[in-house]
């Protein structure tokens, strides 16, 4: 009696633990097998992430200033990597990077990738770095189709802005101002599956993991981008926009250039100079030249532009007619200081109405009808015409003018 109620009890234990673990097994190859998967997957892989998943930015016409455009990359995963030089050698010749910076990054150990800037023209010679770089595929080198989101250069790069290389966020420009109606996701990150031994698992090696998948369209101009996901549109005009910058590119080393329908206000095109690339801003950090400052939304004298608003202010005041005559000798006297003309050396311009010394652009004689009108209707035309103020395009990093 006393060994069958023992039994019992024995039975009753073992099938209680057979069903705590039976429960247990199915929890966790059931109910949470894709959370331990996910555990097990990060254990063994290593990831970069390539490209953001972003909106694009348009022209007033609807034509992409960014997009996510088809793109080879090159991914890097330093961990893997056991000839350096070679690889750095490799990495900087078909992304056009300085190979010491290529070699900085392999020894930071910390995976990455870069966008491919060029390769050797022809079939032959394309082929010939696709199956350099497939040699490498064992040191953690690979070749990927993905995206660019710079596909156009530097084009508006100071109003556009960049992102950030940690996080994929705006780091500048519309890209920062903007940043939480462009951002759409997680984005595409490259992973290299790989034991303990750090070499590349078999059958897995390396995977394209897109967190939203964004569908390719066809841009107005027959280039395939990404036309679906459209999120921030401008008064910018592209055809124009392009006119300016090969226009700076050719005359103006340090200055800006902003074009406006004087009808409306609309910004139709704007640039800066020095100028950067967007897709690898990090190589300009610490340029003396300041490239990243945009110079569109800086405080500076504003020079003979000032002389339009002078010439308004003092007309609507009746302090001056266009007809009425002036003497320029070259030169006029405001307390101890002198201000010259531009022809002092010749005399000035002589005898000349306030029309004509807009025309020729006279300091002596604005600055003695700055004098009739007075500092405090200076000012407040000033003010009214927007001087010392913020212009609202929103653009982070612009400054407000100083009116003295």
């Excluded at 590119?249 to 100079?273: E, F």
């Excluded at 190589?283 to 010439?311: C, E, M, W």
């Excluded at 302090?319 to 003497?327: D, H, L, S």
Aim: aromatic share 6%; with cysteine; hydrophobic share 40%.
């Amino acid at each position: 009696m006393l060994d069958g109620r023992r039994t019992n009890i024995l039975c009753f234990f073992l099938l209680a633990c057979s069903l705590v673990l039976t429960g247990r097994l199915f929890w966790l190859q059931c109910l949470n097998s894709e959370t331990l998967m996910e555990m097990g997957i990060k254990q063994r892989s290593m990831a970069v992430r390539i490209e953001p998943d972003r909106g694009i930015i348009v022209d007033r016409n609807g034509e992409p200033l960014v997009g996510n455009c088809p793109a080879l990359g090159v991914g890097v995963f330093p961990g893997l990597v056991r000839e350096p030089a070679r690889v750095s050698r490799l990495v900087a010749q078909v992304s056009g990077l300085p190979e010491h910076d290529i070699a900085r990054r392999l020894a930071s150990g910390t995976p990455f990738s870069v966008p491919v800037a060029s390769l050797p023209p022809g079939e032959t010679g394309m082929e010939a770095v696709k199956r350099e770089i497939a040699a490498l595929t064992s040191q953690g080198v690979v070749l990927y189709e993905g995206r660019v989101r710079y596909a156009r250069g530097n084009m508006a790069a100071h109003l556009i802005g960049y992102l950030a290389s940690m996080d994929g966020h705006g780091a500048s420009g519309l890209e920062a101002s903007f940043d939480r109606y462009l951002s759409r996701g997680s984005g595409t990150r490259l992973v290299a599956f790989v034991n303990a031994n750090s070499r590349l698992i078999p059958g897995l090696g390396y995977r394209l993991i897109r967190g939203q998948g964004i569908p390719y369209g066809t841009a107005h101009d027959g280039s395939t981008c990404d036309m679906s996901n459209v999120a921030l549109v401008l008064t910018i005009d592209r055809r124009i926009q392009a006119i300016v910058e090969e226009t700076a590119d050719k005359y103006l080393d340090r200055g800006a250039v902003v074009v406006m329908d004087p009808r409306t206000g609309d910004i139709l095109a704007m640039t800066s100079r020095p100028t950067f690339d967007p897709n690898n801003p990090a190589q300009f950090f610490g340029d003396p030249g300041a490239p990243l400052v945009n110079r569109a939304i800086s405080a500076y004298p504003p020079g003979s532009v000032l002389k339009v608003l002078v010439a308004a202010a003092a007309i609507q005041e009746g302090v001056v007619t266009p007809q009425e005559t002036f003497e320029d000798p070259g030169y006029i006297d405001v307390g101890s200081v002198r201000f010259r003309c531009y022809k002092a050396d010749e005399g000035g311009h002589g005898s000349l109405t306030f029309a004509e010394a807009m025309s020729v652009s006279c300091n002596p004689v604005f600055i003695h009808v700055g004098q009739r009108l007075g500092r405090r209707k200076l000012v407040e035309y000033m003010e009214a015409c927007g001087l010392g103020g913020l212009s609202g395009s929103g653009l982070p990093g612009e400054r407000p003018g100083v009116i003295p």
